[in-house]
């Protein structure tokens, strides 16, 4: 089965920056969509952003802060967060679907990893 393994989380200061990685393993990666999404206590997850290829896609509140990126020759995938604010404070979620379009609806994803916590203080 595919799995997905986080890393990179981890307790910040605001407007420092942090980068998560995401290996997935047992499938085809560079035939995936790859998408991060968040959880903040007592919040819904949200959709992060979703990278197919060389397309991406960002909530407007990371928007200018944060990059997705691919490896497929470590079948790996990161976000990169810079400026962090309190309000990225969240479990951060990568998933995977095979699917090769744009998903940025949680229920879209087939995969998901176990997730990283991070943590934005003030």
């Known amino acids: 089965q595919v799995q997905l393994v986080e890393s990179g989380g981890g307790l910040v200061q605001a407007g420092g920056s942090l980068r998560l990685s995401c290996a997935v393993s047992g499938g085809a990666f560079s035939w995936y969509t790859m998408g991060w999404f968040r959880q903040a206590p007592g919040k819904e997850r949200e959709f992060v952003a979703f990278i197919v290829w060389r397309d991406t896609a960002y909530a407007e509140s990371v928007k200018g802060r944060f990059t997705i990126s691919r490896d497929n020759t470590k079948n790996t995938v990161y976000l990169q967060m810079n400026s962090l604010k309190p309000e990225d404070t969240a479990v951060y979620y990568c998933?995977?679907?095979?699917?090769?379009?744009?998903?940025?609806?949680?229920?879209?994803?087939?995969?998901w990893g176990q997730g990283t916590q991070v943590t934005v203080s003030s």
């Open positions: 998933a995977a679907v095979q699917s090769g379009g744009r998903k940025t609806r949680g229920d879209d994803y087939d995969y």
